[in-house]
T-cell receptor, first 112, second 108 residues
Framework: DTGVSQDPRHKITKRGQNVTFRCDPISEHNRLYWYRQTLGQGPEFLTYFQNEAQLEKSRLLSDRFSAERPKGSFSTLEIQRTEQGDSAMYLC??????????FGPGTRLTVT | AQRVTQPEKLLSVFKGAPVELKCNYSYSGSPELFWYVQYSRQRLQLLLRHISRESIKGFTADLNKGETSFHLKKPFAQEEDSAMYYCALSVNTDKLIFGTGTRLQVFP
């Protein structure tokens, strides 16, 4: 286990298309977080899971965003009908029970 | 409202000089605070957390509840300390709220 991994690392898509990102956490970590980071800002919380249960969603997460963690292991974040404002770095983090865990390398999304 | 403020976007010092990266927070509950570091082209890494009261890479941070601050300090900066530093607040032990970050540049 080499840490949190994310796929793809970069995604360029046209406005209106759907995209899906994947995060593989550290195997023994039961918490998984998604954050979004735009230029000049710190990461902003989007949602988190404890095992397979999604426990909180930020108001930043519009209806076009959906996240799943079906078996309590990897997670996917889907954005439907992408908009230019969705362009950002999407970060995944995992931890055991509490925040302050390990971050992945991120997926950079560019919407043209 | 919960908030983390890092007032400096950029802090430049010479090697061997003391460093203090400022962080102030706003939270009505019992705060749990963290410092994360991001070196060039690398992922965010946890540097330290206040509950551990540890020193990592020569950095320390003390929680001052009276001043609602968690400033990061190092007595003698090294060139390899050049990076982006983020202060973060844990809310209800559920999620992190990050500041906007401070870029530290250490010149030789």
């Amino acid at each position: 286990d080499t840490g949190v991994s994310q796929d793809p690392r970069h995604k360029i898509t046209k406005r209106g298309q759907n995209v899906t990102f994947r995060c593989d956490p550290i195997s023994e970590h039961n918490r998984l977080y998604w954050y979004r980071q735009t230029l000049g800002q710190g990461p902003e919380f989007l949602t988190y899971f404890q095992n397979e249960a999604q426990l909180e969603k930020s108001r930043l997460l519009s209806d076009r965003f959906s996240a799943e963690r079906p078996k309590g292991s990897f997670s996917t974040l889907e954005i439907q009908r992408t908009e230019q404002g969705d362009s950002a770095m999407y970060l995944c983090a995992s931890s055991l029970l509490a925040p302050g865990g390990d971050f992945g390398p991120g997926t950079r999304l560019t919407v043209t | 409202a919960q908030r983390v403020t890092q007032p400096e976007k950029l802090l430049s010092v010479f090697k061997g000089a003391p460093v203090e990266l400022k962080c102030n927070y706003s939270y009505s509950g019992s705060p749990e605070l963290f410092w994360y570091v991001q070196y060039s082209r690398q992922r965010l890494q946890l540097l330290l957390r206040h509950i551990s009261r540890e020193s990592i890479k020569g950095f320390t941070a003390d929680l001052n509840k009276g001043e609602t601050s968690f400033h990061l300090k190092k007595p003698f900066a090294q060139e390899e300390d050049s990076a982006m530093y983020y202060c973060a607040l844990s809310v209800n032990t559920d999620k992190l709220i990050f500041g906007t970050g401070t870029r530290l540049q250490v010149f030789p």
